[in-house]
Structure formats: structure tokens, C-alpha cells
T-cell receptor, first 112, second 112 residues
Framework: DAGITQSPRHKVTETGTPVTLRCHQT?????MYWYRQDPGHGLRLIHY???????DKGEVSDGYSVSRSKTEDFLLTLESATSSQTSVYFC???????????FGAGTRLSVL | QKEVEQDPGPLSVPEGAIVSLNCTYS??????FMWYRQYSRKGPELLMY??SSGNKEDGRFTAQVDKSSKYISLFIRDSQPSDSATYLC????????????WGLGTSLAVNP
């Protein structure tokens, strides 16, 4: 998985609780992304980062926040999880020139 | 109309068949074209990447781009059960900060 580690790999939580997913890369890539993948919707971009402390919203950012304090780590936080956030979450990294993206193994999140 | 259209399938073929997977796109500014393969419960992995019209071969896989028709294809020759996966097309809009646009993915089953 191209030097990308996502943790945890599986998580079950209750509605209203905060959840943080972590993405760690060893490739020293500047760009990092968080996606969610749902049947019928494909991959949808939540947030992305183009450097330390530099982040921007994707197409489905409501209810999510991100932080990047080091090049290698990109955190996704659900401040108050809802059942609609049950999904598989993927982290990706990319080279800055062609935007070829490389993915982690994913985190399967269930919000009950 | 979505920027990238991809028939979700599912597609079921016998082992040894030639498989054709397709995407259409709407924006002439799209310049880079990629195919990803995603096995069940795994992250997408880059299969092929091309930026010009014409064919690009890699083993049993051929990526074809027709920019005049805004149509891209992935052909798999001598398909194997191990090719059973979801195939996603992804297109880079070089004119929009290299934004990556994803197809929904086509589910392929190759039956022994």
C-alpha cells in the first residue's frame, strides 16, 4: 500500500461520539487526501492537504475536520459521528505534478 | 450530467474472455487518464496511466484513449479469476489544479 498506513482498520462507535482516523505515510509526499467510499456513490473527496497545516475542503466535507501537523500524518476527525458517516474511509497520497494517487488499505467505520 | 460516467455493471465473464471496460467524460480539458483496480476490502491500486490518445499496453492490459470521442477503455486479454475486482477510471483535469475525477467503478467477475 505504497507506504501508507491507516489506523484503526475497523471501528464501531455510537452516534454522537468523536472519532479520529489516522493516516501515516513514509513517502514524504506533500499531498494527502481523505475519501469515503459508499455503494452507488463511489469515491468522494472529504478533505485534502497540500502541505503541513495547509488543508482544503472536498465535495463532502460537512461533519468532518482534518489536521496535518507533520508531513507524514493526516488526521480525519468526525466531531460528532452520525449514522450517515458509516462508510469505508481511504487515505491517499500523490505526487504534485500528475496527481497519480496511491491509497491506503482503508478504515471501515460503523456508527450505530 | 456527471463529468465521468462509468457503467457499474456487474460484469460476469468466463475465464479466458476478453474484457472491455469503459468510461466517458465530458470536459475536453481532461488530460490524464488512469485505471485503478480495487479488490474487495482493499484500497484502489493504480493499474495503468496514460495521457495521449491511442493505446498503451502492459501485459494482458491495454488502455485506450479516444480524446475526440471523450471515451476511454481498458481491455483485459485472457482474463483470469484473479482479475475479479472493481475497476475505476480516474481522470485528471489539468486545467483545474489537476483535480482528479473518479468514475463509480465497474464490478468484474471472471468465472473459472
Amino acid at each position: 500500500d505504497a507506504g501508507i498506513t491507516q489506523s484503526p482498520r475497523h471501528k464501531v462507535t455510537e452516534t454522537g461520539t468523536p472519532v479520529t482516523l489516522r493516516c501515516h505515510q513514509t513517502e514524504n509526499h506533500r499531498y494527502m487526501y481523505w475519501y469515503r467510499q459508499d455503494p452507488g456513490h463511489g469515491l468522494r473527496l472529504i478533505h485534502y492537504s497540500y502541505g503541513v497545516k495547509d488543508t482544503d475542503k472536498g465535495e463532502v466535507s460537512d461533519g468532518y475536520s482534518v489536521s496535518r501537523s507533520k508531513t507524514e500524518d493526516f488526521l480525519l476527525t468526525l466531531e460528532s459521528a452520525t449514522s450517515s458517516q458509516t462508510s469505508v474511509y481511504f487515505c491517499a497520497i500523490s505526487d504534485p505534478h500528475l496527481n497519480i494517487q496511491y491509497f491506503g488499505a482503508g478504515t471501515r467505520l460503523s456508527v450505530l | 450530467q456527471k463529468e465521468v460516467e462509468q457503467d457499474p455493471g456487474p460484469l460476469s465473464v468466463p475465464e479466458g474472455a476478453i474484457v472491455s471496460l469503459n468510461c466517458t467524460y465530458s470536459n475536453s480539458a481532461f488530460q490524464y487518464f488512469m485505471w485503478y483496480r480495487q479488490y474487495s476490502r482493499k484500497g484502489p491500486e493504480l493499474l495503468m496511466y496514460t495521457y495521449s490518445s491511442g493505446n498503451k499496453e502492459d501485459g494482458r492490459f491495454t488502455a485506450q484513449v479516444d480524446k475526440s470521442s471523450k471515451y476511454i477503455s481498458l481491455f483485459i486479454r485472457d482474463s483470469q479469476p484473479s482479475d475479479s475486482a472493481t475497476y475505476l477510471c480516474a481522470i485528471v483535469n489539468a486545467g483545474n489544479n489537476r483535480k482528479l475525477i473518479w468514475g463509480l467503478g465497474t464490478s468484474l467477475a471472471v468465472n473459472p
